[in-house]
């Protein structure tokens, strides 16, 4: 009598572990707040349904997301454009990889003292992002303003002691990126990444006084190390951020302050 109850119930067990959905495969991503960590929770449950259980980690600074990525504390990144990238790699001796882009932020110059930049008067104190690249992209912003003549103009790492012309004396302040929003009264102009003027309630379409053009070619990137470059929750990750429910929700949701690369 024993067996003959004890069999069926095996069998049903057995049934049942064969019929448990694997478990959801967890990958860790490195993001500032915004817009990309909004981003990712918009594809969270997308790759729920597809067997990734997406960590989303929110950081204030430029350094930390690649080093912990890079010390593999964190499976990938989404917070920077390709010449960061390159400038990091370079200083820290890393390796890592861009494995998709996702969405330029057009670069602007914001300002709580004029409304017109034809008002920036002679001497006036203009902060810009300390990092090599972002420090290079604000300098190329200003010289396409007829501000500054830059020794080689397309050098995307030039700093201000490449200035050749600088007819208005313009002083140069070079602070970190993520406390230039907080500068904007203590100086004349402040050239600031979309991400950080969006977080301080900037609106860049109608508050900058000159920002990038679509054509910027500083588009925010996916990075991860080589070893990870081929996993496929890599992979379906970059595939969510890069879908028509994505490019859509950029379009409307940031109308215009941030657009699509992809």
Not at 172 to 198: H, Q, W
């Amino acid at each position: 009598m024993f067996l003959k109850h004890f069999v069926p119930a095996l069998a049903l067990g057995v049934a049942v572990l064969v019929a448990a959905p694997a478990q959801a495969e967890k990958l860790s991503v490195a993001a500032t707040p915004v817009p990309h960590a909004e981003l990712l929770e918009r594809v969270k449950p997308v790759l729920a349904k597809e067997g990734v259980d997406l960590d989303i980690k929110v950081f204030t600074d430029y350094v930390q997301p690649n080093q912990q990525v890079a010390e593999g504390q964190i499976d990938v990144n989404f917070f920077q454009h390709q010449p960061y990238l390159d400038s990091f790699n370079k200083e820290h001796g890393s390796k890592l990889v861009t494995v998709g882009q996702v969405h330029v932020e057009p670069f602007g110059a914001y300002s709580d003292k004029i409304k017109d930049i034809k008002d920036l008067k002679e001497g006036a104190q203009v902060a810009l992002p300390n990092d090599p690249s972002n420090g290079a992209r604000a300098l190329l912003l200003l010289q396409k303003q007829g501000l500054i003549k830059l020794k080689d103009p397309s050098n995307i790492l030039a700093t201000s002691r490449d200035v050749v012309d600088n007819p208005k004396k313009l002083k140069f302040r070079e602070l970190e990126a993520a406390t230039l929003p907080r500068v904007l009264p203590d100086v004349d102009l402040a050239l600031i990444n979309t991400n950080y003027a969006l977080e301080a309630g900037l609106n860049p379409t109608q508050d900058a006084l000159f920002i990038e053009g679509s054509d910027s070619p500083y588009a925010n990137i996916i990075v991860t190390t080589e070893a990870k470059k081929d996993d496929p929750a890599v992979k379906k990750l970059v595939a969510a951020l890069n879908s028509d429910d994505i490019k859509t929700y950029i379009l409307e949701h940031y109308k215009g302050a941030i657009v699509p690369a992809f």
